[in-house]
């Protein structure tokens, strides 16, 4: 089945928040460094090829996960339709107007392009290359940013006749009063993953290093990798789909009935959002490890042939 997909003139915060992207890298490299260390050196030297050219705050595996969001600031923008998947929640089956998703440009495309870049035969197997630094870059951003399930569709109704850009025009009332945008709440963990001045803001603190270990080393506990034996970790499609239906099961139908704080939904946003980021590691983790395990395996097919 073909679906449908929007993308939107108006590019608002389409971002999972730092914090949520470091985390979820960091869940990754915690992973990798206990169970494939190997994966874990080649992504690591891979991403830090870049770090001269770029402006000194992603340059650890972590803060590379950040790196597709600065460029935006440096007015890279062709690839701003790479960092969701838009599939169309429209209860009512109002007519609605496609954009460039219609033309599969979305997350699933973005990871699936990196994939293919990174395991590319065209240049010798290991050798560095601009683009290959850039796409494990892409690969860390994007299986981070589909674990943010208001990444995954966006919604329609007469209200909403443009669509509500991913939660981005629906508005939730928190406990203090305050009204915040719903993507942003949802971006930011229910405001569990948030930075300031002194904490997780880049480039990283010795201190806040050890802060994203030890809180990463803690989740993976909470939820451990053996949770998920049954899930699919390597077809983004799937991915991209259980983000859609986790946002039409969970997220919207809690903000229909009340739409305003609920401190229920504050909670249960974050424990969902905690357990979405072990998953988006584990996934980012062992799309990694393909990707290494297709240029080992043909690397020995090139060596057997010789
Ligand atoms: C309400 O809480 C949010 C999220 O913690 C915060 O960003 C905002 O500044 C707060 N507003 C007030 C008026 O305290
Ligand atoms: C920054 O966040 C940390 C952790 O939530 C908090 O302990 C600290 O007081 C905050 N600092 C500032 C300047 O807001
Ligand atoms: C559209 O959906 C929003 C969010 O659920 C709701 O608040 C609004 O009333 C709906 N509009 C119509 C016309 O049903
Ligand atoms: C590299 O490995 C992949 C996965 O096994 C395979 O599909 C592809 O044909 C191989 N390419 C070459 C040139 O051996």
Same mark, same amino acid.
């Given at each position: 089945m073909k679906y449908l997909l929007l993308s939107t003139l108006v590019m608002l915060s389409y971002q999972w928040w730092d914090v949520g992207h470091m985390m979820t890298a960091q869940i990754a490299k915690n992973h990798l460094r206990e169970n494939r260390p190997d994966v874990l050196a080649w992504a690591d030297s891979l991403i830090q090829d870049l770090n001269p050219l770029t402006d000194g705050k992603s340059n650890t595996f972590a803060e590379a996960a950040v790196w597709l969001d600065d460029i935006k600031e440096t007015g890279t923008n062709f690839m701003n339709d790479w960092h969701y998947t838009n599939r169309p929640m429209n209860p009512d089956g109002l007519q609605i107007k496609i954009e460039d998703q219609a033309r599969n440009i979305n997350s699933i495309y973005a990871i699936n392009s990196a994939t293919s870049v990174l395991t590319s035969t065209k240049t010798a197997k290991f050798r560095h290359t601009v683009f290959k630094a850039e796409m494990i870059r892409v690969l860390l951003h994007v299986i981070g940013d589909l674990h943010q399930p208001l990444h995954d569709t966006a919604f329609w109704n007469v209200t909403y006749p443009n669509g509500d850009q991913g939660g981005n025009l629906m508005k939730l009332q928190i406990e203090n009063g305050t009204f915040v945008n719903l993507h942003s709440f949802w971006d930011a963990g229910a405001f569990a993953f948030v930075s300031n001045s002194t904490f997780l803001s880049r480039p990283l603190s010795q201190k806040d290093q050890e802060y994203l270990d030890n809180w990463a080393k803690n989740l993976i506990r909470s939820y451990p990798y053996s949770n998920y034996k !049954?899930? !699919?970790?390597?077809?983004p499609s799937v991915w991209t789909y259980v983000g859609y239906r986790q946002a039409l099961q969970f997220v919207y139908p809690m903000i229909q009935s009340s739409n305003n704080f609920n401190n229920n939904y504050v909670e249960q946003a974050k424990q969902f959002c905690e357990s979405n980021i072990a998953v988006g590691g584990y996934r980012l983790a062992n799309k990694l490890i393909e990707i290494f395990d297709i240029i080992l395996l043909n690397e020995s097919m090139v060596k057997f042939d010789q």
């Open positions: !049954d899930y !699919d970790m390597t077809n």
